[in-house]
């Protein structure tokens, strides 16, 4: 593998793709170019110009005077729209340097000289390759005067790379990709890493610390570590050429950051100015209002038991769908210079529709991907498309949470607020619908519906036609469950809202927020749940569901017994990625000084401790013993069954059913 080989402007080669980018430290930018043909990384440097803005009271004389001085490569006046409603303009300075030490210089002298600078965020780099068409992580088509062309299909596949994704559980390190590996030794995995030399390796700051530590030739066996969280490459290749974000500009990059860049970008098209400082005040509310208002989507507090025939319906990306057909963005919610608005009566707002918002606009690009990667991996079963699928659901995720987040740049309170009310509108709309045919809404989490007695999937089907058409959004099946258990809170007899599971009707479990769906469960007490739980699904209805309960009972038993017996340690590892900021008198357990996350631990007579191989510790069997005890508290409770039997559904299907 060849690095930093310099190649000549104009030469080309066959399988071509930007695989990075970094400022060059004369002009232009450094382009990293992978031949996928010899697996070959080769560096050009592009004449590629950056973009700087400033303002001053008098724009025109300084735009003059930045050409006249030969500072810049070009600079002109532009009318750019100013926050927080985006209503009023200003004459800022826009100019072209060569280089990003020049842009600094530029910026920072005007600075010290009482001017601003303006749109600061993202990276000079990210809008360098944006203002170019240069998407990081897509095909070379043309190299011709110094500037790179790139061409991309979103149903073309990735390069093919030699990378690896390294992350550590209950299970030890877990190393996937062009090489796969299960170890709890870091250093066989730094030893797989020297031996396979890959390209780039994706991973936690934690692990890499400890891999360069094991092992310093680590560091250079790999050509770019891009360091944040456990995500496939796909994933981490998709975030990069949606928001024209090099990997080199990757490491520890947030969701939440890549998401903004994307808005920012698109603000760039609305010449909107980007001002951190600028806010959008909320105005002052009763307590009423405020009670009334300043609530979150609706979730319940499910009543605990044993439910048969659940349909479960879920709304299709239900709160970036509230934004992008609203119109939902932190200037045009509540914008009080907006002659055409849209009232939201039940959210006490209303929406401006004059102007398209930033983040509604960023928002219905990513849906659209989502629907397409979402068919293309129907149509192919190619993975690849479903990761890229997760990376944009992430992103989409991840829209609302910062859209009332008090640093985002394009959100607000009341933005937040009219997402969260209309949802709770369209909760509302949903459940009466259900009602009046009949059937019993037993749950409700912020955009999933879980209906109990629908007697088949057709009538489960029909059900989220009727939500779709009463509520005007898309609903579809999630799962239709043969029965559905909520379990207990813990001291309590209200069940818990994230937590249940359920026998699927194609025989299939699915589990959400018990102890086999933690992440840092240990892998022995994951395995008992589960194995507790397959005992359950043997039952197919309310008369076999007893002796079912019976034998994962026993399952759980058994394994309390096991455990006493003694048993391999590596199995009661707890693996936490968290550490404590600040001080604490008597610090949580979890906590292990002078250690770096992952934490890899084991729970001795003295509290958590490292997990060391071949290393004796005295362990507390007490510690998991409970953990077993509260998987038995997990499984229904023998009233929970005869109360089931007594169900009966009130809703009939025979004017809902689908056609077969």
């Known amino acids: ?341 849209r009232s939201l009566d039940y959210a006490g707002k209303d929406v401006c529709l004059e102007r398209r918002g930033v983040v509604p606009a960023s928002l219905e690009k990513l849906l659209y991907l989502k629907d397409l990667y979402d068919g293309l991996y129907k149509k192919t079963g190619d993975e690849l498309y479903n990761a890229r699928k997760s990376a944009v659901k992430w992103l989409l995720v991840a829209s609302f949470g910062y859209l009332g987040y008090r640093n985002s740049l394009f959100g607000s309170i009341s933005a937040h607020e009219a997402v969260t009310a209309t949802s709770r509108e369209i909760m509302r709309k949903a459940s009466e619908r259900v009602g009046e045919e009949g059937f019993r809404v037993v749950h409700v989490i912020v955009d999933s519906l879980f209906v109990s007695g629908v007697p088949s999937e057709g009538c489960c089907r029909k059900l989220a036609e009727l939500v779709s058409e009463a509520t005007g959004y898309e609903a579809k099946v999630e799962s239709y469950y043969i029965w559905l258990y909520i379990p207990r809170e813990t001291g309590s007899r209200r069940g818990v809202a994230n937590r249940y599971y359920g026998l699927l009707s194609n025989g299939g479990l699915k589990i959400k927020g018990v102890l086999a769906a933690r992440k840092d469960t240990p892998e022995l007490v994951k395995a008992a749940e589960i194995e507790a739980l397959s005992k359950l699904a043997e039952a197919r209805e309310p008369g076999s569901f007893t002796g079912a309960l019976l034998k994962a009972y026993k399952v759980v038993e058994d394994y309390k017994l096991g455990l006493t017996r003694g048993l391999d340690p590596r199995l009661l590892v707890i693996t936490r990625y968290r550490s404590v900021r600040g001080g604490y008198r008597k610090p949580p357990r979890y906590v292990v000084e002078g250690e770096g996350p992952p934490y890899m631990l084991i729970a001795s007579k003295n509290g958590l401790k490292p997990f060391r191989e071949n290393t004796a510790v005295e362990i507390d069997l007490d510690y998991y013993l409970g953990m077993l005890d509260k998987v038995r508290r997990e499984l229904p409770e023998p009233g929970d069954v005869d109360a089931s039997i007594s169900q009966h559904p009130t809703g009939s299907c025979r004017e809902l059913a689908s056609p077969p």
């Open 1 to 341: 593998m060849s690095m930093g080989e310099h190649s000549r402007v104009g030469e080309s080669w066959p399988a071509t793709w930007l695989l990075d980018a970094r400022p060059s430290p004369s002009r232009g930018v450094v382009l990293e170019l992978y031949e996928e043909a010899t697996g070959r990384v080769r560096e050009i440097e592009s004449d590629i110009l950056y973009y700087g803005y400033i303002y001053s009271s008098n724009p025109y004389a300084v735009s003059r005077q930045l050409v006249y001085e030969g500072l810049v490569e070009d600079a002109w006046v532009e009318e750019w729209f100013t926050p927080p409603y985006y209503r009023e303009k200003k004459s800022i300075v826009v100019f072209t340097a060569k280089s990003f030490r020049e842009l600094k210089r530029i910026l920072a002298t005007g600075e010290k000289n009482g001017l601003e600078p303006l749109n600061k965020y993202p990276h000079p780099l990210v809008e360098a390759l944006y203002r170019a068409g240069l998407r990081p992580l897509t095909r070379v088509t043309e190299l011709k005067k110094g500037v790179v062309s790139t061409t991309w299909s979103y149903s073309e596949r990735d390069p093919a790379l030699r990378s690896l994704v390294i992350s550590a559980g209950n299970g030890g390190y877990i190393v996937e990709g062009g090489k796969h590996l299960r170890t709890w030794s870091i250093r066989e995995v730094a030893s797989a890493i020297v031996e396979y030399r890959p390209l780039i390796v994706f991973t936690e700051p934690g692990i890499y610390l400890k891999l360069v530590s094991e092992e310093p030739a680590v560091r250079e066996s790999v050509w770019k570590w891009v360091l944040g969280g456990s995500f496939s490459a796909h994933e981490y290749y998709e975030w990069s050429r949606l928001s024209y974000t090099p990997l080199s500009l990757m490491n520890n990059v947030t969701i939440g950051r890549v998401l903004t860049t994307i808005e920012a970008l698109e603000s760039r098209k609305m010449k909107y100015v980007i001002q951190r400082e600028h806010s959008r005040p909320e105005k002052f509310r009763s307590l009423v209002d405020l009670i009334a208002l300043d609530r979150g989507g609706v979730v319940f507090k499910p009543r605990p038991g044993l439910y048969w025939n659940v349909c479960q319906i879920d709304f299709k990306s239900l709160y970036p769908s509230i934004i992008s057909r609203l119109n939902i963005s932190g200037e045009t919610v509540n914008d009080p210079y907006c002659k055409s608005k």
